[in-house]
């Protein structure tokens, strides 16, 4: 009767979010969601999210009963909240985790399906019912590997979901059959399921283009017989300040497919899950509201919907979630190194080279997160060749100020940006990209 098919998991948050993604089938049902790793990995940087996602689900169908048809109307919600994080080992590794917490919301309504009036088939209360779970869902653990290439970011996640979530005790199936009253809704699936993500984020002026996938593999069956799914996603997207110092807007589409899922080697296809795809597109906003706190908001609504079989119809997807970042480990620091501010804030001073040393005449404003992550990332580099690099600095305030017209406007560049010049004085190359490319272009050239 309930028959649920949707896609689990905790809508995407913008920069710093873990990547989470896929379907579940009707034991385990779940919100769409994006992919997208972090941009940077700080070694020593705990990041936090908590999200929450809230998603509609109707149907209605005929059904055959004893006094004559039924109308069978079902409306689902789900809320899901999911408190996720994630701690940078190296410039290049990741641990983390999430433990979703999930309430799901069941309403019903049986009718005779010539007249519209209300009606109790003889089937009710076996199949089913208004009814509230809550509960933990399926946690998560895994690894989270990145590497550079150009000015590629190239991010892979491995890992496996854990049976934390409360899942069914009996093959509802096989209760139906002998007409004893059951769920087909659990929390959890009751199995591990493996899963691998990649994602490939590229800068391209003030935009960050991205493209992601993510497969769950369902490997075994529980102990009482059921095999999810496997889950397969992907999907793009592109991000942009549009202009703005503390917002970032963003659009994508995904594509999420489910292989149908077995009781005890059969797939239920009068009820259940018997496999499905569905392309998502949406958009969302994030607000950076200090340096190391941002709250996001995500919508998408289903744009083409493919199933095998009778399966509910889902609506408008939102969510909302907030990440913030802490330094467990002491940040390196500029103290005792050749570092020093060129002209008062905004001006269009120009940098001075260090004869015998790399220069690096770095443009830098308050709003601009990367480069607060390319502050600390170059303080780093310049601990490891103290004798080698002299930083110069440049608050270039906005895009009004007389240094953003001298040293930024006329190559359309932008923040984070450096100027590196050789120990002859002579310059190198100059350069708008994200902090950890720029370190290794600053590191290369020490070389």
């Given at each position: ?177 002998i007409g004893q009253e059951h769920d087909h809704i ?153 570092e020093q501010t060129v002209g008062p804030a905004g ?101």
């Amino acid at each position: 009767m309930l028959r649920v098919v949707v896609i689990a998991g905790l809508l995407a948050t913008v920069s710093t979010q873990a990547a989470h993604a896929g379907q579940a089938t009707c034991s385990n049902p779940g919100v769409p969601i994006g992919a997208a790793a972090s941009a940077e990995l700080l070694p020593g940087r705990l990041t936090l999210n908590l999200t929450n996602g809230v998603l509609t689900f109707s149907g209605t169908e005929t059904l055959d009963d004893v006094s004559g048809p039924v109308r069978y109307d079902s409306h689902l919600v789900l809320l899901e909240t999911r408190l996720g994080a994630e701690y940078a080992l190296t410039p290049y590794l990741a641990i983390g985790g999430a433990l979703p917490f999930r309430v799901i919301d069941v309403d019903v309504h049986y009718s005779d399906a010539s007249t519209g009036m209300p009606r109790d088939p003889s089937f009710a209360s076996i199949h089913a019912r208004a009814e509230t779970l809550t509960g933990l869902g399926d946690a998560s653990l895994h690894v989270h590997a990145a590497v550079l290439r150009g000015s590629f970011a190239i991010h892979a996640r491995a890992g496996t979901t854990i049976p934390t979530g409360d899942a069914l005790e009996e093959d509802p199936f096989a209760l139906g059959r002998i007409g004893q009253e059951h769920d087909h809704i659990q929390l959890g699936t009751g199995t591990f399921m493996p899963f691998i993500a990649a994602e490939v984020q590229r800068p391209v002026g003030t935009t960050t283009l991205a493209a992601w996938s993510i497969a769950y593999l369902s490997v075994y069956e529980s102990s009482i017989g059921y095999k999810p799914g496997s889950r397969i996603s992907g999907g793009i997207s592109a991000a942009s300040g549009l202009g703005s110092k503390v917002l970032t807007f963003g659009v994508g589409a995904d594509v999420h497919g489910e292989t149908a899922e077995t009781w005890n080697g059969v797939v239920p296809l009068d009820e259940g899950n018997a496999g499905r795809y569905d392309v998502l597109a949406g958009g969302s906003v994030a607000w950076r509201a200090t340096k190391s706190l941002a709250i996001t908001a995500d919508v998408k609504v289903p744009v083409y919907s493919h199933v095998t079989g009778t399966q509910l119809d889902y609506g408008i997807v939102a969510g909302l979630g907030i990440v913030a970042a802490f330094d467990v480990k002491p940040r390196a620091s500029y103290k005792g190194l050749d570092e020093q501010t060129v002209g008062p804030a905004g001006s269009a001073t120009p940098v001075t080279p260090v004869l015998g040393k790399i220069t690096v005449f770095d443009l830098w404003a308050d709003w601009c997160a990367p480069c607060r992550e390319l502050d600390e990332r170059m303080a780093a580099l310049a601990r490891r060749y103290p004798d080698r690099i002299a930083v110069r600095k440049l608050e270039v305030v906005d895009s009004d100020s007389e240094g953003w017209k001298a040293f930024l406007a006329p190559g359309k560049f932008d923040l984070p940006h450096v100027k590196v010049y050789g120990t002859d004085g002579r310059l190198l190359f100059e350069k708008t990209a994200s902090p950890a490319e720029l370190v290794k272009a600053v590191e290369d050239a020490l070389r």
